[in-house]
């Protein structure tokens, strides 16, 4: 399943997506945004081949700096200049690399921000043996920003592992799919950009009370987040999108398209049992794939699905309640909408 992750997403290359219509607010964050992307090509670095190419591969490939750009937003509530917040950014950002890496593995999927998996080019065993080295690096930088900022990390690793898991497992017997898989895309997805927004009013000084909402913000946006990558991945084109449509039904992923789709089969909806059959045959054939594809997509379950995602972004904006009025708050409010008003 297309993590935590996600993040092929071009509507988020920008900081207007977090910005709204602030052009200076856009202009500062892109400056902050460079001395990242710096600092994340210093902290890769290495001396061996190998280890450097593999660890840049997927740096290079680009990626939108989606949770540094949430990180370097929220700590304009405090004092966005001190050193800590570029820092922050820069564990965040190798947080999610590094489970690129080992996501990819896991899925099997071919292409990663338009360009070859990892492990298409090397393998799964230095493909995730790089995912560690990244985890590793990620662990150095923010050891430099304190133990709570330690520990916050080590319990953000966990969740993201425990999601990986949840998710690999399945529900336990008499749960509710429906309610696991949305505990999973909380550990898996809202986890590390709950820690991003966290972080951002943690190292600015601003008023630590606001560390709360923009955490629950974060976790919420996350959820709308991957819930819209579910819909993308059956409405979006591989041009688009820099993945292959489909994937999450070939790797047989429950997303909440198709967990609606068998909870109405199960119901006695007869075009959602059409549905499910498809789903159910074996899709290696690109053929097969499409068919299932195209008909989950077209099949009011992912309306309801979208709609899902939608109220996940308003409860986000809800969080927010707690901040000051001002260009953060319509900020973010900004960037919620974004996530799932995006088609790609």
């Not at 964050?29 to 001395?35: A, D, N, R, V």
């Not at 840049?56 to 370097?72: E, I, Q, S």
């Not at 594809?293 to 986000?316: F, G, I, N, S």
């Not at 009025?325 to 974004?338: K, N, P, Q, T, Y």
Request: glycine share 6%.
């Amino acid at each position: 399943m297309t993590n935590m992750n996600d993040e092929d997403m071009s509507h988020l290359a920008s900081p207007a997506a977090f910005t709204g219509a602030d052009a200076q607010l856009a202009a500062d964050i892109s400056t902050q945004l460079e001395s990242v992307e710096r600092r994340l090509y210093e902290v890769t670095e290495q001396t061996r081949r190998l280890p450097d190419t593999a660890s840049k591969h997927l740096l290079a490939a680009g990626g939108k700096r989606a949770r540094p750009h949430l990180l370097l937003l929220t700590a304009r509530l405090g004092d966005a200049d001190r050193s800590e917040i570029v820092e922050a950014a820069v564990a965040v950002e190798l947080i999610h690399l590094a489970s690129l890496y080992h996501d990819d593995v896991m899925d099997d999927a071919p292409v990663r921000r338009g360009a070859p998996a990892a492990h298409e080019v090397w393998g799964n065993s230095v493909a995730i043996l790089t995912g560690d080295l990244l985890f590793s690096k990620a662990s150095l930088v923010t050891a430099g920003l304190g133990p709570e900022a330690v520990r916050i990390e080590s319990e953000t690793f966990e969740r993201l592992v425990l999601g990986q898991l949840n998710e690999f497992a399945g529900p336990p017997e008499g749960a509710d799919p429906i309610d696991h898989y949305l505990h999973v895309l909380a550990d898996k997805t809202g986890s590390l950009i709950a820690t991003s927004a966290r972080f951002g009013v943690m190292f600015s000084g601003a008023d630590q009370a606001l560390a709360e909402p923009v955490r629950l913000f974060g976790e919420r946006v996350g959820i709308a987040f991957q819930l819209a990558d579910d819909i993308i991945d059956l409405t979006s084109t591989s041009q688009s999108s820099g993945k292959t449509p489909g994937t999450d039904l070939r790797e047989r992923v429950p997303t909440l398209p198709v967990l609606y789709a068998r909870a109405a089969a199960a119901a006695g909806d007869a075009s959602a049992t059409e549905v499910v059959g498809l789903l159910d045959a074996d899709l290696d054939s690109d053929e097969a794939l499409e068919a299932a594809r195209a008909a989950l997509a077209a099949h009011p379950v992912t309306d309801r699905a979208r709609a899902e995602a939608v109220r996940w972004a308003e409860d986000a904006k809800a969080a927010l309640e707690p901040l000051p009025e001002g260009i953060v708050r319509d900020s973010l409010c900004a960037f919620a909408d974004s996530v799932v008003s995006r088609t790609s």
